[in-house]
Nanobody, 129 residues
């Protein structure tokens, strides 16, 4: 059973930073690509950043490129999303998700897809003065 648990969300002022963590269990992280997605009320879930199983390639949505950084520590079974220069429009519930390394050929393909092996429960990020 694949388990993903997000943490690190909270309230931050515009221009501030947060680091989200996605702790995984029940599978070998090396075999899975991981993505961060976000959703606001009334809008579809969108892919923010995804990373391949080998940590050799990444994808970032245009809206976060240059501000967010995705990384993984397979030994700790954890994936991170470092968020800098946060903007009010970054406010959303952030989810991490896992997909078999055989499911998608690129991180971009994963980030625009909806089918995953497992989803986390989400963590709220609010950017407001």
């Amino acid at each position: 059973q694949l388990q993903l648990v997000e943490s690190g969300g909270g309230l931050v002022q515009p221009g501030g930073s947060l680091r989200l963590s996605c702790a995984t269990s029940g599978f070998i992280l090396d075999y899975y690509a991981i993505g961060w997605f976000r959703q606001t009320p009334g809008k579809e879930r969108e892919g923010v950043s995804c990373i391949s199983s080998t940590d050799s390639s990444t994808y970032y949505a245009d809206s976060v490129k240059g501000r967010f950084t995705i990384s993984r520590d397979n030994a700790k079974n954890t994936v991170y999303l470092q968020m800098n220069s946060l903007k009010p429009e970054d406010t959303a519930v952030y989810y991490c998700a896992a997909a078999s390394r055989y499911r998608y050929t690129t991180p971009q393909a994963m980030c625009v897809a909806k089918q995953m092996s497992s989803w986390g429960q989400g963590t709220q990020v609010t950017v407001s003065s």
